[in-house]
């Protein structure tokens, strides 16, 4: 037994689909078949129009909320946002989580068995791309009947996932909630995950992408790709503010072992990561954030691309959030502004960078809420 | 024959001096003797009062201005700088450069052969903090009859060096030019300085630091280092405004190779230092950093730190260096105004980063000119 909030989802499973039906990506490659684990939240009404589609980021999956019944401190990782009576409401909505095609909880990726070879996929699984996903979602969608989700919504990565089905399908879904996100990665977002990348492709244990045949992982490398991305998730407050130059010991040992708070932490957060999360899919997920472009195909100019959403948006940004910073949000707003499209648009206030779009803050729940609560079913 | 410009300082060659007595390093290790590697521009006075020491930074070495005869294209960091008419003048200066000790181009560092072992010093080189810098940097003055420094100068570390000469030896300096510099690392700065050294400590070419002796170097650590840094020295405008989202070859290839410039451009980086620079070194030298810290001793106070330092005081930061910011730089001029100092502070705009100070800016030169043509000598 264990003690839960009185609004949490409580024990949930996930599920799986299979996909029979041939997928032509983006890159050109075709996935014959493919499955995708998700779980669900609430229930779908008769009418099939009460369902939200949760798309996550970079290392997330479709764990969104609830615990596992044989491990009850498995909370899902916006857990704190979709429940009972909390912002993203389960009495109400029919409430998806799906981990993305590529990706390392089950869902197909670079992980599974290829069925032409009866191995691994490794470097051989295909590069994907949120248009890929928007793919991906409808035929999910298809599958449970629903012809338009009420709404989709996603915070980092999940938050341009959310924006490219509001583009590729725009008649299928209702809503969009994009959050601490960007229409595209500047060339500094690039060149952190490059360098994330080539900690994993330089890893001796990499093999090419082939280190399961190897009975290797690229550790190293993985962990040193989260590490940097931890520190542009925080803001440089927010470390400030938790870390300052606290040591571990008390004293300079004047060596090369951790010596400040800051270290440890990071250390701790890298090797967590390295043995639960796998090297190829991190690579293709950086990759994902990397094509995310929507304004490419129309010279650069993001409010052509917008011009085919039909939606109403809902689009939060943080002060303190540098990896995707509210000017980008702003960028965004206004290219659905010039398309005359109905849009709200907060910058919430708070010191935790882009993490704090996974944060517990009363003000960013309530515009959620007060967003949520006006969509009608 | 080569071109250069009139006011150039024209080819200039490496001295070397030795010192026997030993140093007691604030580790507590002690240096039973070492060499500082250094040049010189311009003419020491009768009077010894118009020397200028400049101090480098982490990468950095003695070479800031001129050419060598016998590799024109070697032109000094800081040549735009220092030269017959420049801001730093040399018709009126005595400028040195020297070498830090720890480093990598001449003085004794982990690559010099340690006398007691007849072998490189490797892992066994002690790590060396801005106070044994400074320790140095008085020697070095004794030996040349130069009882009083007419100025120290440095941007980033080069500024801590210089602000800790100021707080360790007050007497011995006039003037302090403190550029792009803080009054210690942040949280987020020793962060990054982590993954740079966890990138080279975990490299399987290291070998506890001991590489010399197994014929390797870990080439990848110190590759990804300096790409990591690359990111932190340029702003997120300048990177858009060089690369933003160009492509290397016009169209995606979706793989791992090279596809946006900026890739191109970090993995350029990152080869070239890590064929010249010692991993060793690197990781001293970002210690350097962490370690800089005057107000430690003064329960953080910074202002009560700042009391034992006599001389008149530069401090210069710049609009878009997110590594130094102004924010750090205003710190600084705080404490130094709370102890009655003489302080001139500009905050200088700038698009290029914290490599602002390394720059070309006609504004920041004349801020430097102006202030070192005011010094008497």
């Given at each position: 037994?264990?003690?839960?909030?009185?609004?949490?989802?409580?024990?949930?499973?996930?599920?799986?689909?299979h996909f029979d039906t041939p997928?032509?990506?983006?890159?050109?490659?075709?996935?014959?078949?493919?499955?995708?684990?998700?779980?669900?939240?609430?229930?779908?009404?008769?009418?099939?129009?009460?369902?939200?589609?949760?798309?996550?980021?970079?290392?997330?999956?479709?764990?969104?909320?609830?615990?596992?019944?044989?491990?009850?401190?498995?909370?899902?990782?916006?857990?704190?946002?979709?429940?009972?009576?909390?912002?993203?409401?389960?009495?109400?909505?029919?409430?998806?989580?799906?981990?993305?095609?590529?990706?390392?909880?089950?869902?197909?990726?670079?992980?599974?068995?290829?069925?032409?070879?009866?191995?691994?996929?490794?470097?051989?699984?295909?590069?994907?791309?949120?248009?890929?996903?928007?793919?991906?979602?409808?035929?999910?969608?298809?599958?449970?009947?629903?012809?338009?989700?009420?709404?989709?919504?996603?915070?980092?990565?999940?938050?341009?996932?959310?924006?490219?089905?509001?583009?590729?399908?725009?008649?299928?879904?209702?809503?969009?909630?994009?959050?601490?996100?960007?229409?595209?990665?500047?060339?500094?977002?690039?060149?952190?995950?490059?360098?994330?990348?080539?900690?994993?492709?330089?890893?001796?244990?990499?093999?090419?992408?082939?280190?399961?045949?190897?009975?290797?992982?690229?550790?190293?490398?993985?962990?040193?790709?989260?590490?940097?991305?931890?520190?542009?998730?925080?803001?440089?407050?927010?470390?400030?503010?938790?870390f300052g130059r606290e040591l571990?010991?008390?004293?300079?040992?004047?060596?090369?072992?951790?010596?400040?708070?800051?270290?440890?932490?990071?250390?701790?957060?890298?090797?967590?990561?390295?043995?639960?999360?796998?090297?190829?899919?991190?690579?293709?997920?950086?990759?994902?954030?990397?094509?995310?472009?929507?304004?490419?195909?129309?010279?650069?100019?993001?409010?052509?691309?917008?011009?085919?959403?039909?939606?109403?948006?809902?689009?939060?940004?943080?002060?303190?959030?540098?990896?995707?910073?509210?000017?980008?949000?702003?960028?965004?707003?206004?290219?659905?502004?010039?398309?005359?499209?109905?849009?709200?648009?907060?910058?919430?206030?708070?010191?935790?960078?882009?993490?704090?779009?996974?944060?517990?803050?009363?003000?960013?729940?309530?515009?959620?809420?007060?967003?949520?609560?006006?969509?009608?079913?």
């Amino acid at each position: 037994m264990f003690m839960q909030d009185s609004d949490s989802i409580g024990i949930v499973s996930a599920r799986r689909v299979h996909f029979d039906t041939p997928l032509s990506l983006k890159s050109r490659a075709v996935l014959d078949s493919y499955e995708l684990v998700y779980e669900t939240y609430g229930e779908l009404n008769p009418e099939r129009s009460n369902a939200i589609l949760v798309c996550h980021a970079l290392s997330g999956n479709h764990h969104v909320a609830g615990v596992y019944a044989d491990n009850p401190k498995n909370t899902g990782w916006w857990n704190n946002m979709i429940g009972p009576g909390k912002p993203i409401d389960t009495r109400k909505f029919f409430v998806i989580g799906i981990n993305n095609l590529g990706g390392c909880h089950g869902s197909t990726g670079p992980i599974s068995i290829n069925n032409r070879t009866g191995k691994r996929y490794g470097p051989d699984f295909p590069l994907v791309t949120t248009s890929d996903w928007a793919k991906t979602y409808v035929r999910f969608a298809d599958q449970f009947g629903i012809d338009c989700f009420a709404a989709i919504i996603g915070g980092s990565l999940g938050g341009m996932s959310a924006m490219q089905l509001a583009l590729d399908a725009p008649e299928r879904v209702r809503h969009v909630a994009v959050i601490a996100a960007s229409a595209r990665l500047t060339a500094q977002n690039i060149a952190f995950n490059d360098v994330a990348r080539q900690a994993i492709l330089t890893d001796p244990d990499f093999h090419g992408g082939d280190y399961y045949s190897h009975g290797t992982h690229p550790r190293r490398g993985l962990r040193l790709a989260r590490m940097l991305g931890h520190i542009t998730y925080l803001s440089d407050d927010s470390m400030a503010s938790k870390f300052g130059r606290e040591l571990r010991n008390g004293s300079l040992a004047f060596n090369y072992d951790v010596e400040f708070q800051i270290e440890s932490y990071l250390h701790y957060q890298g090797d967590k990561f390295a043995d639960l999360f796998d090297a190829n899919t991190y690579l293709l997920m950086t990759k994902a954030l990397d094509y995310f472009d929507p304004a490419q195909d129309y010279d650069g100019n993001l409010s052509a691309a917008f011009a085919r959403a039909q939606a109403d948006f809902l689009v939060l940004s943080f002060t303190s959030d540098w990896r995707f910073s509210p000017e980008r949000s702003r960028e965004i707003v206004k290219a659905l502004l010039d398309n005359k499209l109905n849009v709200s648009y907060a910058e919430i206030p708070s010191t935790y960078g882009h993490d704090s779009f996974l944060m517990q803050d009363d003000y960013y729940h309530q515009l959620v809420r007060a967003y949520m609560d006006n969509i009608s079913i």
